[in-house]
C-alpha cells in the first residue's frame, strides 16, 4: 500500500509531499522546495528511506533544494517535463530575486512526458502532463487499492481564487490560456471520477474532493 504525507516548506510554506509504499518502507519526495532538515527530519521519524525525487514543475518553491538533495544522498531526479529547462536553468537568480537560499540548477536523471509512469517500490504511478503554469509541469496519479490522489502541482493555485473562478488567469502561469485549459481539464476529471486532489498551494490538510460549483468549483478538503 502507498502513503503520503503533505509537509509545508520554504518561506512560501508551500506543500511538499512525501509518498512511501509499505513493503520495503521506500519513499519519493516530490517537489522539495527547500527546508531540507525538516524533510529529512520527517523521513527518520516516520521510519522511510528516500530513493527518489519527483519533480512536478522547476518553479523556485518547488524545485530550489532539487540539485543539493541529489547530491547529499545520492538520489536519481525524475522530472519535470523538458519543457521546464528554462526554469531549471533559471533557479539560481529566482532565488536571489525571492530572497530563497542559493539554489543550483540540476539536471534530470529522466526526462517525464505525458503517459510515463513511474514506480517506487512494487507500484506504479502515472504521470500527466499539464502545461500553462510552465510548459513542462506535471503531475502524478497515487493508486493505492481502490483509493487515488491527483498530486496536482500548480495545476492550480490558492483554489479558493482559481479553482472557484477557473477563468482567472495566475500571473505567475506562464500561458494563462494553457493553464485555463489544463485546469478545467483536469478539474472535470477530479469531480467526474471522485478522485482526491493534493495541491501544493492548498489550505491544510491540502488533500480533498472537487465539487463542481456554478462555472467554477469547490474543494472539500479532508477533515
Known amino acids: ?13 508551500q506543500n511538499c509531499s512525501l509518498v512511501w509504499e509499505d513493503e520495503g518502507m521506500m519513499a519519493a519526495v516530490i517537489d522539495p522546495g527547500g527546508d531540507l532538515e525538516v524533510l529529512l527530519g520527517a523521513c527518520k521519524q516516520l521510519g522511510i528511506t528516500l530513493t527518489d525525487i519527483w519533480i512536478t514543475h522547476a518553479h523556485l518553491d518547488h524545485a530550489a533544494a532539487t540539485a543539493d538533495l541529489a547530491e ?30 542559493p539554489a543550483r540548477p540540476f539536471k534530470p536523471t529522466r526526462w517525464l512526458a505525458d503517459g510515463d509512469t513511474v514506480t517506487l517500490g512494487t507500484h506504479t504511478l502515472h504521470v500527466r502532463h499539464c502545461p500553462g503554469h510552465t510548459p513542462g509541469h506535471t503531475s502524478h496519479v497515487i493508486a493505492s487499492g481502490t ?13 479558493f481564487l482559481f479553482a472557484r ?32 486532489v493534493q495541491g501544493f498551494h492548498y489550505p491544510f490538510p491540502a488533500v480533498g474532493h472537487v465539487e463542481k460549483q456554478g462555472t467554477g468549483y469547490r474543494e472539500v478538503l479532508l477533515n
Open 165 to 196: 473562478n477557473p477563468g482567472w488567469h495566475f500571473m505567475l502561469d506562464v500561458d494563462g490560456a494553457a493553464a485555463e485549459v489544463t485546469r478545467r481539464k483536469v478539474y472535470d476529471m477530479l469531480v467526474a471520477e471522485r478522485m482526491l
Open 1 to 13: 500500500m502507498l502513503h503520503y504525507e503533505t509537509i509545508p516548506v520554504t518561506a512560501f510554506q
Open 72 to 101: 547529499q544522498l545520492g538520489l536519481p531526479i525524475i522530472g519535470p517535463h523538458p519543457g521546464d529547462q528554462f526554469w531549471i536553468d533559471g533557479l539560481p537568480m529566482a532565488a536571489a530575486t525571492y530572497g530563497f537560499p
Open 147 to 159: 483509493k487515488k490522489v491527483f498530486v496536482q502541482g500548480d495545476v492550480t493555485h490558492a483554489p
